[in-house]
């Protein structure tokens, strides 16, 4: 049975920074295709970043965040971290992760940036 499992998360200022991490048991996150997603209030959940298995891995993010956001594979521990800087208000949200191409989603984890 596979689960994944988000941490970090939390509240910051504007301007601060956070880091989420995606670990999973059943699966091996080391050999998959990782994304990152996010749910605000009454918004439907959208794509944040993602991440492949080619070598270090190459890795895509949404306009929104690019240039604030990085996602990181650890293969020796099996987990997938996104580090969030220059956070927003607008980034407050729920956050996912998911393997690419699977029905595999974490339970999600609140970052909440005040004003």
């Known amino acids: 049975q596979v689960q994944m499992m988000e941490s970090g998360g939390g509240l910051v200022q504007a301007g601060g920074s956070l880091r989420v991490t995606c670990s999973a048991s059943g699966i091996f996150l080391s050999i998959k295709d990782v994304g990152w997603y996010r749910q605000a209030p009454g918004k439907q959940r959208e794509w944040v970043a993602s991440i492949d298995t080619a070598g270090r891995g190459r890795t895509n993010y949404a306009d929104s965040v690019k240039g604030r956001f990085t996602i990181t594979r650890d293969n020796a521990k099996s987990t997938v971290t996104l580090q969030m800087n220059s956070l927003q208000p607008e980034d407050s949200a729920v956050y996912y992760c998911?393997?690419?191409?699977?029905?595999?989603w974490g339970q999600g984890t609140q970052v909440t940036v005040s004003s």
């Open positions: 998911h393997v690419l191409d699977t029905s595999y």
